[in-house]
């Protein structure tokens, strides 16, 4: 197996590019693993709607990123104190899903430092009834990868509020994250450890048996091969949030100047169907903030621009923009209502 050194790159969109770059490209004839750690970020699965799994008021304030992972499972929080290892072989029905054959050499690892660490259900690794460890896969039918995280000292109070949905009052057919009771590693080790002394015990660990240890070295053509897919998907909204699964909304709220209800279908992460319904009292025929809205990506900055001119007293009387587009895109704290 040979070693894959990110050099001490953070950036989430640049390792998943890294990461999904040494599946399709580097030798199929050899077997890889990559760590990589991440500055504060949420990583979603692929085949789940990201406005269901995060706090984007808070993640927007803080400047988490957002970023969408090919291998399928839930949502998980990383930063500066999680590890994360990726094993990248060659497929095979034997390893697919075979989540203990991959967790078992860092389980043994965890255990050399007196850590009672194993693996519970499908891809989980606890510590005393603990998550400190999730597991995910994917393969390409020829290649595949078996990456997780390592819990080290991850701050859980950023886990818990980056995560704590403030848009949830949607339809979708999204696969919802489990959020399971976690615990870091450090909370079990007898003396403190750096995320860098951690890496590098983890990693001789994993190669204690291995006399042909060596690390790759990257050519021209990967780190420009990387970059593009990075700049291409990783950095690309429509990736991270216009994947997501179509999905409904449906928001009422009462104004002084009547009852406003919001119906929008969201599809490929565009405003689909914008429909409003309510007893206010409007000089403009609503239908035009439809065609305003329609085609647009659901998303904040570009529904507040497509208003910014638009004066919505004409077509509700005395309503504040920002009040109108909380309704469009803001948090549950209106009346807000999944649609049938």
């Known amino acids: ?40 970020s949420i990583i979603i699965g692929r085949n789940q709607n990201t406005l269901e799994e995060i706090n984007q008021d808070y993640i927007t304030e803080k400047g988490i990123h957002v970023v969408r992972r090919i291998s399928g499972g839930g949502a998980v929080y990383h930063d500066l104190g999680n590890l994360n290892f990726s094993f990248i072989t060659n497929h095979d029905n034997a390893s697919m899903h075979n989540f203990k054959k991959f967790t078992a050499p860092v389980i043994e690892v965890l255990k050399n430092f007196g850590v009672e660490a194993e693996l519970i259900g499908r891809n989980d690794i606890l510590i005393d009834g603990k998550k400190v460890s999730g597991t995910a896969q994917f393969t390409t039918g020829k290649r595949m990868f078996s990456h997780g995280t390592l819990l080290l000292s991850t701050d859980l109070n950023e886990v818990a509020k980056a995560l704590q949905v403030k848009m949830s009052k949607i339809q979708s057919k999204g696969h919802k994250s489990v959020r399971s009771r976690v615990a870091n590693i450090s909370d079990f080790l007898e003396e403190p450890l750096t995320i860098e002394a951690f890496r590098s015990l983890i990693l001789e660990g994993l190669y204690a048996n291995d006399k042909n240890f060596k690390t790759y070295e990257f050519t021209a053509a990967d780190r420009e091969g990387i970059a593009k897919l990075k700049a291409e998907k990783y950095d690309d909204w429509n990736w991270n949030y216009g994947r997501s699964p179509k999905f409904n909304i449906q928001r009422t709220k009462r104004f002084p100047i009547g009852e406003i209800d919001l119906r929008i279908f969201v599809e490929k992460g565009h405003i689909a169907e914008f429909t409003v319904f309510g007893d206010f009292f409007g000089k403009n025929a609503v239908e035009e903030l439809s065609v305003i809205l329609i085609g647009l990506p659901y998303e904040e900055t570009a529904i507040k621009n497509a208003l910014k001119d638009i004066d919505l007293t004409e077509y509700f009387g005395a309503i504040d923009t920002n009040e109108f587009l909380a309704m469009i895109y803001g948090n549950d704290d209106i009346d807000s209502e999944v649609s049938e």
């Not at 640049?14 to 990461?19: F, P, T, V």
């Open 1 to 40: 197996m040979v070693f894959i050194d990110n050099e001490g790159v953070t950036d989430p969109h640049l390792n998943l590019a890294l990461e999904e770059y040494a599946l399709r490209h580097f030798d199929a004839n050899t077997d890889y693993l990559l760590f990589y750690i991440n500055e504060p």
